[in-house]
């Protein structure tokens, strides 16, 4: 009973709204997104976008976020992806700085995408 109480606590901590000014979600958040007027945004390289992303996810490489960050829409809930889940963090903290609002960091990224056996596009 214990562990599992300890297990929720955790499930709670890692959806709760973070006070960086974005929520880490899972995939399977970001896979029940999908087709629901969400942003996806992939800030990994284009070569890794290459070899497989999210249909219909939008390539914009974290190095270059911050001098196109004006092509990111701010009227609809942006979803972030990279490979582990590091970049996107770091790409949803520069939006929330920016002042975006429901921005989701996807939690363990393409990785944890095709370990759950989502469908990804090459």
């Known amino acids: 009973m214990i ?4 297990g929720l606590a955790a499930l709670l901590v890692a959806c709760a709204p973070a006070s960086q000014g974005y929520t880490t979600v899972h995939v399977e958040d970001l896979r029940a997104a999908q087709g629901q007027g969400v942003t996806i945004l992939d800030v990994r390289t284009p070569a890794e976008y290459a070899q497989g992303h999210v249909a219909g996810a939008r ?11 004006g092509e990111v829409p701010q009227d609809r809930p942006v979803y972030v992806i990279c490979h582990s889940g590091n970049r996107s963090a770091q790409a ?22 095709a370990g759950a056996g989502f469908p990804v596009v090459r």
């Open 59 to 69: 390539l914009l490489p974290l190095q270059e976020l911050p001098e196109r960050v």
């Open 92 to 113: 949803s903290q520069i939006l929330a700085k920016r002042g975006y609002r429901n921005i989701y960091n996807v939690d363990g990224g393409m990785n944890a995408w």
């Open 3 to 6: 562990a599992r109480a300890a």
